[in-house]
């Protein structure tokens, strides 16, 4: 597991792979954001994607299970404090094999908690054709190495 001292700015590490398929994109969809294009193939023809395709949201979601699952093992898990340019450049369609890309943007000592450090981190997530899906700036607490 890594902590704070072990992270270096401009490392990148990588996750494994996720294919999203229509199946979950219409149980997220039907869930959490119940729009034709995300809910109904046969309605998402009639919408501005012109096919069925997952919820920003539910990219965020896949994104988050394949960082936590992905190369970089924070110890104390992911502690998120805020996220900065959350955006999706393009839509995830069924088929889509997503994999996320996450590059340290900077470290900080946290004021207050000496316990703990500051982590930028650069999130991109792309499709299986390098293009991105989704991108963000993570602020996250990591764990020190303790004394």
Known sequence: MLHFEDLKV???FNTAEHTVTAEEIIAFGRQYDPQPFH???????GTLFGQLVASGWHTAAVSMGLMVRGEMGLDGGVIGQGIEGLRWPR?????DRLRVVMEVAG?????VRAAFGQL???CRTLNQ??????E?????LVARRPA
């Open 10 to 12: 401009g490392e990148k």
């Open 39 to 45: 809910t109904d193939a046969e309605a998402a023809k």
């Open 91 to 95: 839509p995830v369609k069924p088929g």
């Open 107 to 111: 470290l900080e000592p946290h004021p």
């Open 120 to 122: 930028r981190l650069s």
């Open 129 to 134: 054709d390098g293009k991105a899906v989704q």
């Open 136 to 140: 963000m700036t993570a602020n996250l």
